[in-house]
């Protein structure tokens, strides 16, 4: 089972991004995707998520209006565009998948700051 995340980097105040995550070993259109970001000192949060189907999509509060969650099941990735990004976005991002609690997968997360 492989998550890898790119797509991250270095954005100057809102500026944007695209996030993507491949996955590999599993039957990915079976699970649900989210993002998630961890920063210092604090637990990681979920900043979105998407379900196997792509039906239910939810978001944190902090960045609904700016961030969008989607996927690509042919391809096995899914994607988060981050618009108008704020220095409160910076953080280590996190690529999930769940489908129980036995099958839950993360990848090695990408950073993200946002700084000018």
């Known amino acids: 089972v492989q998550l890898a995340e790119s797509g991250g980097g270095l954005v100057k105040p809102g500026g944007s991004l695209r996030l993507s995550c491949a996955a590999s070993?599993?039957?990915?259109?079976?699970?649900?995707m989210s993002w998630y970001r961890q920063v210092p000192g604090k637990e990681r949060e979920l900043v979105a998520g998407?379900?196997?189907?792509?039906?239910?999509?939810d978001y944190a509060e902090s960045v609904k209006g700016r961030f969008t969650i989607s996927r690509d099941n042919a391809k096995n990735t899914v994607y988060l565009q981050m618009n108008s990004l704020k220095s409160e976005d910076t953080g280590v991002y996190y690529c999930?998948?769940?489908?129980?609690?036995?099958?839950?997968?993360w990848g090695q997360g990408t950073q993200v700051t946002v700084s000018s």
């Open positions: 999930n998948a769940n489908r129980s609690s036995e099958y839950d997968y």
């Open positions: 070993g599993f039957t990915f259109s079976r699970y649900a």
């Open positions: 998407i379900s196997s189907a792509g039906r239910r999509i």
